[in-house]
Structures are given as C-alpha cells and as structure tokens.
C-alpha cells in the first residue's frame, strides 16, 4: 500500500530564510512523488513531480525536491522564503495501479516578515 | 493548457435540499475525474474516482446515493449531493486526467478550484 507522512503540521520562517518540509513515503512500487501547495480557499497547484527519472527535481517558484530511496524521503525546500510562499503545502503518492493519489497531512508553511 | 474549471466557487443551501456541482475540464479530454472532500484544516478524502461512461467507484464510507456522480462527457463530471445536510457543508474539489484508471502507466491529474459547500 502507498502512503505519505508528513512530519511537520506547522513550520514557521523567517522571510529570506531556508524552508525544509520533510516528506517521508512508503510504496510497493517505485514511487510517482509530488508536492502541492494549497493557497487559503484556493484548489491546489502542483508545485513538482517525481517519476522515476532525475532524482532532484525543480518546481515553480523556486521549490525543489530529492528522492532519496535509501531513506525513503521527498523533501521540500527552497533557499529563501517570500511572504506570498505561506500556505498549505501537500506530498502525495500516486497508486500506480488506480491513478489515485494519496495525501499527506499536510504541513501549513508561515512565513514571518 | 490542462485547465479545469468548478462550478460553482460557493454555494450555500439549506438543509433537504439538493447541490450540483460541475467539473470541466476546459482543453483537453479527461477519461477519469476524480472527487476529493476537504474538511477545515484537514487533507484532501478521496470520495470516488469515475470514468467516462461508466458508473463511478466509491472510495469506502461514502454514501453513493447521497453523492451522485455522472460523467457522461469527456469534459464534464457533476456530483450531486442530495438531501444535503449542515454536516455535508466541506470544500468539494474535482480532478481530471486523460488516462485511464486501472492501467499501471501514470496520467497526471489537473484540479479544479474547489467548490465552498455551505449547508444552513
């Protein structure tokens, strides 16, 4: 079975500082990875995807990810927050077998000026 | 491209009554929709996954004959919720992709924007 866990519910930066949410799957099958972010009663925006081909992968607005099997992560980060970066942010799994996707928590990003 | 459109944004109904909502997606066909549920501050429940022409398939604790579902086209899904009631009241998302569920290769899905149910 494919799940996601999120580790952090909250994380709080600085404006201009590193944003590290942390990401950790667990799949039968080599994972398809993805971050999305969720603005206030907003739908959601694909931040970036994993699918089995660069291990680093670069997204909109800055964001990037590493798979890193060995540890079986997907971590979200960005050298430097901006104010407009705070919202929800979600890693997901797709079921290879069905196409759906299996959320995290989610981790609520806050940036502080 | 692979824009998906919800309609409506906000919708507020008074309880016993019925809601529809519709999902499009705008420039491309979507073989499978699927329909998300999302309480305050909590992820996104997958409530059923439907593809075009064919009955949609219920994720576990969900009420088909309250939350119908119709995908007759390749651009729009409409879900249903029926004899709706203040516990009902969520954000209702759609997603579409152009593949097939049930294949093993990975077709992306594109969102909607969400649908504010209120229920008085």
């Known amino acids: 079975a494919q799940s996601v866990t999120q580790l952090d519910s909250h994380v709080s930066v600085s404006e201009g500082t590193p944003v590290l949410l942390r990401c950790n799957y667990s799949s039968s099958y080599s994972p398809s990875l993805f971050w999305y972010v969720q603005h206030p009663n907003k739908g959601l925006q694909l931040l970036l995807k994993y699918t089995s081909a660069a291990t680093l992968v670069k997204g909109i607005n800055g964001f990037e990810a590493e798979f890193k099997k060995s540890e079986t992560s997907f971590h979200l980060t960005k050298p430097s927050a901006h104010m407009s970066d705070a919202a929800e942010y979600f890693c997901?799994?797709?079921?290879?077998?069905?196409?759906?996707?299996?959320f995290g928590t989610g981790t609520l990003l806050a940036v502080q000026p | 491209g692979a824009v998906v459109s919800q309609h409506p944004s906000r919708v507020i109904c008074k309880s016993g009554t019925s809601v529809k909502i519709e999902c499009r997606s705008l420039?491309?066909?979507?073989?499978?929709m699927f329909w998300y549920r999302q309480f305050p501050k909590q992820s996104l429940m997958l409530m059923a996954t439907s593809n075009e022409g064919s009955k949609a398939t219920y994720e576990q604790g969900v009420e088909k004959d309250k939350f119908l579902i119709n995908h007759a086209s390749l651009t729009l899904s409409t879900l249903t919720v029926t004899s709706a009631h203040p516990e009902d009241s969520s954000f209702y998302i759609c997603?579409?992709?152009?593949?097939?569920?049930?294949?093993?290769?990975?077709?992306?899905?594109?969102f909607g924007p969400g649908t504010r149910l209120t229920v008085l």
């Open positions: 997603s579409a992709s152009p593949g097939l569920a049930g294949l093993s290769s990975y077709n992306e899905q594109f």
């Open positions: 420039d491309f066909q979507a073989t499978t």
């Open positions: 997901v799994v797709s079921d290879p077998a069905t196409n759906k996707l299996i």
